[in-house]
């Protein structure tokens, strides 16, 4: 059965500082899906990773994926206040569903 | 785009109701799923559906069922609503055969309270 975990759970931070979220998956795969979620509303995509060694890189966020380590990252760079929100990894189970992890909710203090 | 849209924003009900949750998705996709999302437990699957009449349970399909009669519409049906099913429901859907570049896209989420 496939896990996720992501960590931290929480993350408090600072405008301008840079911090990393990490997403490890307990079977193999090679499909790894990050979404941002803000308070109230729903999931929306932010980056798909398909492949070892794949990197997506939109403004302060940037995804990697280690499919050997089952482990994906997603950096932030020099934080600003509207990054706060919930950012989920998901992992495709190999058959057409994600399995998501419980979500890392990022607050980011001027 | 595609747009998956949730009937209700906000719901209350009383315990023993029968509760119909409603989504729609506009693009033809052959995949919907329901979740529900709880603080601590992040999205946990209920059931999901791969084409018209077809079902499949997901983790938690306990106290639940679902209907698929047309392409468009997966509907999520709590048979006697009970408090701990109070909670965010989450309708996604997506392509059979572009999981992979697109993932899921996600309606706007249906907060129950079942009291």
């Known amino acids: 059965e496939l896990k996720v975990e992501q960590n931290p759970l929480f993350l408090s931070m600072q405008e301008g500082k840079n911090y990393t979220i990490y997403c490890n998956y307990s079977?193999?795969?090679?499909?790894l899906y990050w979404y941002r979620q803000d308070p109230g509303k729903s999931l929306e995509s932010l980056f798909v990773?398909?492949?070892?060694?794949a990197v997506k890189q939109e403004g302060r966020l940037m995804a990697s994926l280690d499919t050997k380590a089952r482990l994906s990252t997603l950096h932030i760079t020099a934080a600003v206040h509207d990054l706060s929100a919930t950012y989920f990894c998901?992992?495709?189970?190999?058959?057409?569903?994600?399995?998501f992890g419980k979500g890392t909710k990022l607050t980011v203090n001027p | 785009d595609v747009k998956v849209t949730q009937s209700s924003r906000y719901l209350v009900k009383r315990t023993g109701e029968k509760v119909f949750l409603e989504c729609v998705q506009d693009?033809?996709?052959?995949?919907m799923f329901w979740y529900r999302q709880d603080p601590g437990l992040g999205l946990r699957l209920i059931y999901f559906?791969?084409?018209?009449?077809?079902?499949e349970k997901g983790d938690i399909p306990e106290g639940y069922s679902v209907s698929r009669e047309k392409k468009e519409r997966f509907s999520l049906i709590l048979e006697s609503a009970s408090t701990n099913q109070t909670s965010m429901y989450l309708c996604?859907?997506?392509?059979?055969?572009?999981?992979?570049?697109?993932?899921?896209?996600f309606g706007s989420g249906t907060r129950l309270t079942v009291v």
């Open positions: 693009m033809d996709h052959e995949n």
């Open positions: 079977t193999t795969s090679d499909r």
């Open positions: 559906s791969y084409d018209v009449k077809m079902k």
């Open positions: 998901a992992v495709d189970n190999g058959s057409e569903k994600l399995v």
């Open positions: 990773l398909l492949s070892n060694g």
């Open positions: 996604a859907s997506s392509l059979l055969v572009a999981l992979p570049r697109h993932g899921y896209t």
